[in-house]
């Protein structure tokens, strides 16, 4: 019975929820923007992208100074109201406040080697991941990451691409963007967010004639498509010529991968 729940707990789909009511709406007559120039600086000290496409942190090398200036940009999204933003300045606000708490999250647990060995039901005895904890609270109201990203972000923009430009922690995840999300480029950065990952052999990839996609694609199958027969059409609207020619012809089983590790920096990198 506990192998069955952590397994549930663990990987199960996650279904579409309605927007909570106090968090749905926009004010598109407000032009007023955020300022995520700190976050955009914290970005440019330690993230790092290799020769392949992949961004990865170098956590152990954040000091203490810079880790009280991520406190300080979390807080002034705290102080904001999203509500009186307008939809696209919104939308920024959201990713933006989602991967910086990651981020944060990570360096309070640090040295740790995967997001999932932090926090988790009874008191960390079982561990899942910090998904459920509130750690930020906005308008007064406590929330998780879970809350931003299950009834806040996916129902209220109901954009797929949401799914590759939130990042979990994890090597198996769509990138950590390189820029701050903002109004102004978030249509491009969710646009070059899908296909790098598609185009990524953690998201696409065949290996020894079987399609292997991450499980990103399987937990969120119905922010992507109807059915996992419709998966391999969806794909291949984003893939490079030579993907896109063998996910158009391909017919046989799909094989879901997701790798957990931590997207921390290596020597070598």
């Given amino acids: 019975m506990l192998r069955v729940f952590l397994v549930c707990l663990l990987s199960c789909s996650v279904s579409m929820a309605e927007v ?27 993230l790092r992208k290799d020769d392949f496409g992949q961004t990865y942190f170098a956590y ?18 705290e102080d904001t109201d999203p509500l009186t933003l307008n939809k696209n300045e919104q939308k920024a606000y959201w990713f933006n406040l989602y991967n910086a708490t990651t981020v ?19 008191g960390g005895f079982i561990p899942s991941g910090p998904w459920k904890q509130k750690v930020v609270e906005i308008n007064g109201q406590p929330l998780s990451l879970d809350d931003i990203e299950h009834a806040i972000v996916r129902p209220k923009f109901n954009d797929y691409r949401v799914h590759f430009a939130l990042n979990c922690a994890a090597m198996g995840c769509p990138n950590l963007a390189q820029n701050a999300y ?20 953690r998201g696409v990839r065949f290996q020894g004639g079987t399609l292997i996609v991450s499980k990103i694609f399987d937990w969120y199958q119905t922010d992507f498509v109807a059915s996992e ?16 020619a063998q996910l158009k012809g391909y ?13 921390e920096v290596r020597d070598s990198q």
């Fill in 251 to 263: 017919t046989g089983n799909i094989k879901y991968e997701y790798d957990w590790s931590l997207n």
């Fill in 229 to 244: 027969d419709e998966l391999t059409t969806f794909l291949a609207q984003f893939a490079e010529p030579k993907l896109r």
């Fill in 60 to 77: 152990a090398q954040v000091s203490s100074t810079k880790q009280q200036e991520l406190e300080r940009y979390i807080q002034s999204l």
């Fill in 20 to 46: 909570l009511p106090e968090w749905s709406g926009w004010n598109d007559n407000n032009k007023a923007t955020v300022d995520h120039g700190l976050w955009q600086t914290f970005l440019d000290d330690y």
């Fill in 104 to 122: 944060r999250i990570i360096l309070q647990n640090y040295p740790v080697t995967s997001i999932r060995k932090i926090g988790g039901p009874f």
């Fill in 182 to 201: 903002t109004s102004a480029n978030i249509e491009a950065l969710l646009s070059e967010g899908t296909r790098s990952f598609v185009n990524h052999q």
